[in-house]
Structure formats: C-alpha cells, structure tokens
C-alpha cells in the first residue's frame, strides 16, 4: 500500500514539475510589443456642420521594427502563431484639452501589400475626459507586423457642437506576439 501511495505523489510531483515547465516556456515565447504615434486633427475638420459627418486620416508610417524585436526576443517570422493587439489608447493634452469633440472613433490597421484591417473603435466619450481606451476586435494582425511599417486609418465622427483649436491625437497601441523560440 506504501509503494502505491509512494508511486502516486511521485506520478503527481512529476506532473506538476512537468506543467510548471510548460508555463514558463508558454511566458517565454510571448511577449507584447508598443507602438505610439501622432495624429494631426486641424480645426477646419473638426468644425462640421452635420451631425452624421465623419473625417478619415491616415496616421505617418510607424515603423514595426519587427525583425529586431523578434531577434531579440530569441523568435523568427516563421515561429510566430499569432498577434493581436492588446491595448489601444487615445488622449489629448494641453491646457483645457479633452475628447469633447470625439463622438466615434474608428481604427483600421493598414500595410502595403496586406491591405487594412478594423481592429479599435469607440462611440462614446466621457465629457471631460483626456484619455481613452478603445474597444478591441479580436482579429490575428500578424500578418501587418510583419511588415516594416504599418499606418492606422482613422475615421472620427466629430460632436458637432464643439467647436475647438486644432488638436494632436496621441494614439499608444499593445501587441501580443505568440512565438516559438529559435532552436
């Protein structure tokens, strides 16, 4: 009865040992990645007329710097399963500025050979708020990091009673990248 007892906690520890081992491989070969960029909103389109307008704009190019993120985190191309994006955040500041003149946020990720892709939006904004979090889409956008630059359509329906200066849309944004190691 002692060899029985005896080999089921040795059964036991050898599981436990051999899932713990997984879970640090699994912390291992995923990592998140950040990006920020900038986006210029002038005045001029902020200042609508209808309610139902929206403006579209298309961030500068942001380079993924994939090929060293990948090296250094010991992972190729080949070895990535899948990215999705974890975390997109828009904010303004300066002195008074706000998101009073966001009624909708729509954002797109787009590269040149591999077309575009919805990946955040948002459609109501807390008066007086400078930050934002936006509603994720629970897409694989692995295919745009591999590229070496990606860009964000955004298309803004404005509150059409606020009237404001020109405004500088900081836009931060999480990847999660699941990977093998390199052997």
């Known amino acids: ?19 713990c081992k997984k879970k640090e491989v699994d912390k291992l ?7 920020s960029t900038n986006l210029s909103i002038p005045s001029s389109s902020i200042a609508v007329n209808s ?19 990948f090296s250094a985190q010991k992972t190729a191309q080949s070895l990535i399963d899948q990215i999705k994006m974890t975390k997109f955040d828009v904010s303004v500041s300066g002195s ?5 003149f966001l009624k909708s946020v729509t954002i797109y990720i787009k590269a040149a050979t591999v077309g575009e892709q919805l990946v955040a939006s948002k459609s109501s904004f807390p008066t007086g708020a400078t930050s934002a979090s936006l509603d994720l889409n629970d897409v694989n ?15 803004i329906a404005f509150d059409a009673t606020a009237t404001v200066p020109n405004q500088t849309l ?10 093998k190691l390199l052997k």
């Open 170 to 179: 900081k836009m931060d944004e999480t990847v999660h990248v699941n990977a």
């Open 96 to 100: 008074g500025a706000n998101l009073d």
């Open 29 to 35: 070969t995923e990592f998140d990645i950040t990006y």
């Open 51 to 69: 309610p139902t307008t929206s403006v579209e704009f298309v961030t500068p190019n942001v380079p993924t710097q994939q090929s060293s993120t």
């Open 1 to 19: 009865m002692k060899k029985v007892i005896s080999l089921c906690l040795l059964f036991a520890l050898l599981g436990f040992s051999i899932s």
């Open 141 to 155: 956008i692995k295919d745009f990091i591999f590229q070496d630059n990606i860009q964000f359509r955004v298309v």
